[in-house]
């Protein structure tokens, strides 16, 4: 799945209940992937935001079975520092999470939870 979502606090709820439904119907759990989800989004629109810039949702299961989640926002310059209390939660769930710079001027999340 791969959304294009404006940066506002109603599109990350969005994002959540779009990786729900999606989770659902590819019959995965999709609690973790949800909370994952909100605190990635949430950061998008809260620190990632420019005026006028979308975010962007990615979902896919990699060949290990695993969920892969990457959220993309337009503040590339602006990469988190160590996990502080939403990234904490990410680091908790996911099996896996960092950070990657680009294409400019965008920076990605992304997480990967499951086994």
């Known amino acids: 799945m791969n959304q294009w979502l404006s940066a506002t606090p109603r599109a990350a709820r969005l994002a959540r209940?779009?990786?729900v439904e999606q989770l659902r119907s590819w019959g995965l759990?999709?609690?973790d992937a949800a909370q994952v989800v909100a605190e990635l989004a949430a950061n998008a629109v809260t620190h990632g935001r420019?005026?006028?810039r979308d975010f962007h949702l990615a979902l896919r299961v990699t060949d290990a079975g695993r969920?892969?989640?990457e959220v993309s926002d337009a503040r590339g310059e602006a990469l988190p520092g160590a996990p502080r209390y939403?990234?904490?939660?990410?680091?908790g769930l996911a099996r896996d999470w960092g950070t990657s710079p680009g294409p400019v001027p965008r920076k990605t999340?992304?997480?990967e939870l499951g086994r």
């Open 109 to 111: 999340v992304r997480a």
């Open 17 to 19: 209940l779009l990786t």
């Open 67 to 69: 969920v892969r989640v």
């Open 86 to 91: 939403g990234l904490a939660i990410v680091a």
């Open 50 to 52: 420019v005026p006028g």
């Open 29 to 31: 759990p999709f609690h």
